[in-house]
């Protein structure tokens, strides 16, 4: 929607941003000469799960916390269970435990990354993005590219089927518990599993090549698509290797020089701090030592394979190598090149399954431990969006008295705000006309962020709505609110 105002500015609202979960919205305010003067994501969502969990007794958490996302609740079950591990001493839990729980997340990552990639963002990548709104949707992928459709239902069924075995349901299992799991894999689910999975590894490739086929055909448009350098953030094995389950904090510069490395999740408060914006619902993480305006970052699949030093899957990290290439020694910072780096991990999951599965101690072992007893627990997990945080505290009662999250969209909302700016530079600044191709730009440098807004919007208190219109000097040209 475009609107006139006063002094002949131009706001541009589009709402809902499409193809995302979750809702939100981008306003683009342009001056009389038609140069845009800000342009800014909006979550208009409402959480408040950080308030929901006090007075709940610990345990409880893991299954409850889930019920933020029906997209990427294993991520949210999992970082909850490995809270309480530290509640109750369980470090480490048993290696039965640890590997139900690794199958349980790299099924959740497979089946997200394919989601995002064949069904919100292959749309924009194979017909373009001027492409007609009839054609570039899901819809379109099916009656253009039926194989590659088909291939990607059944991809995600993969991984939503490891995640029932594993936790129980394909949504919102209960799988993981404090101190482990609740269950080992039947072998009837093993063999199932096990005979599709080197299909799913294929499949992924064949992903992986399309994915890089078109960006490199379309290099010249897509890697300055929306791009701008910034810090990674993201967690590493102790040798640096990638690891989407557990691990320690690495962040690195724009020129891929250390930040700081090997930071315990329990020291996260020592490296990031949580800023707020009066215009936001959602956080503005930084770096603790850069400050808010220097110290903001980046996290998910680009992150990752920018921060970690290799793969200890053979595809993977091979297909690590030669993205790398792409930098020429420093990291990568074109926003298109999150899809790449998330079909990497795609690989990279299926071969991890592959290897869990044929892992005899999923079948059988112990399933939990414990041991001393803490009133704090806080656990960092790689959600397949990017680092998430989870931190609770608990009195002697058992009870949840505080708990922190700091979700993987909320630390990519500084970047995701900068390719707002920058895309609408590119594609607006200096139009008179805007068409429909130049809004669904926008919406594409979003979408390779795979924003879940639904998990990070968690605001606490009334909710204080104020609209207002600026004019290009500044000043305030009408104001609404709703106390």
């Excluded at 053979?314 to 420093?330: D, V």
């Amino acid at each position: 929607m475009t609107a006139a105002t006063q002094q002949g500015t131009r706001k541009i609202v589009i709402n809902p941003v499409t193809r995302v979960e979750g809702h939100g919205k981008v306003t683009i305010q342009m001056d009389e000469a038609n140069h845009v003067q800000q342009a800014r994501l909006h979550i208009i969502e409402f959480r408040g799960f950080e308030r929901f969990v006090q007075g709940h007794f610990y345990w409880e958490v893991p299954v409850l916390v889930q019920r933020l996302c029906g997209i990427c609740p294993v991520s949210h079950h999992l970082a909850a269970s490995k809270a309480c591990d530290m509640i109750i001493g369980a470090d480490p839990i048993t290696p039965t435990a640890e590997k139900i729980r690794r199958l349980m997340h790299y099924g959740q990552t497979y089946q997200s990354h394919a989601l995002h990639f064949y069904h919100l963002a292959s749309p924009d990548l194979l017909f373009g993005f001027d492409a007609p709104v009839a054609q570039r949707n899901v819809i379109g992928v099916i009656q253009a590219h039926p194989e590659i459709a088909k291939k990607a239902v059944l991809m995600r069924k993969f991984g939503q089927e490891v995640i029932k075995a594993t936790a129980g349901k394909k949504i919102h299992g209960t799988g993981s518990i404090p101190g482990g799991v609740n269950k080992v894999l039947s072998q009837e689910d093993r063999d199932r599993l096990a005979a599709e999975v080197d299909t799913m590894i294929e499949w992924s490739v064949e992903g992986l090549q399309l994915c890089k086929e078109v960006t490199r055909a379309n290099a010249e448009k897509l890697l300055p698509f929306g791009t701008f350098e910034s810090n990674f953030l993201s967690i590493v094995r102790e040798d640096g290797c990638l690891d989407l389950y557990d691990g320690n904090l690495r962040a690195k510069d724009a020129d891929g020089e250390i930040i700081f490395d090997q930071v315990t999740p329990s020291d996260y408060l020592d490296v990031i701090r949580e800023g707020v914006r009066d215009w936001s619902y959602m956080k503005f993480p930084f770096i603790r030592d850069l400050g808010q305006e220097k110290g903001w970052y980046r996290v998910g699949p680009l992150a990752r394979i920018n921060n970690c030093d290799f793969i200890d899957t053979p595809i993977a990290e091979a297909e690590r190598q030669e993205f790398m290439t792409l930098g020429s020694g420093r990291p990568i910072h074109a926003t298109m090149a999150y899809h790449w780096a998330r079909m990497i991990e795609l690989v990279h999951s299926a071969e991890k399954m592959r290897d869990l599965l044929a892992d005899p101690d999923v079948l059988s072992g112990e399933l939990t431990t414990q041991g001393e007893r803490c009133e704090s627990g806080i656990a960092i997990i790689e959600a397949p969006r990017g680092t998430l945080i989870h931190h609770y505290d608990v009195n002697d009662d058992d009870q949840v008295v505080r708990g922190n999250l700091i979700v993987s969209t909320t630390h990519n909302n500084e970047a995701m705000n900068q390719a707002v700016r920058v895309v609408a530079d590119q594609y607006l600044e200096g139009q008179a006309e805007i068409s429909e191709g130049m809004l669904n730009s926008i919406e594409v440098g979003i979408r390779a962020y795979d924003p879940c807004l639904s998990c990070a919007t968690h605001a606490l208190g009334q909710m204080r709505l104020c609209v207002q219109l600026i004019g290009p000097d500044g000043t305030i040209l009408d104001e609404r609110s709703r106390e």
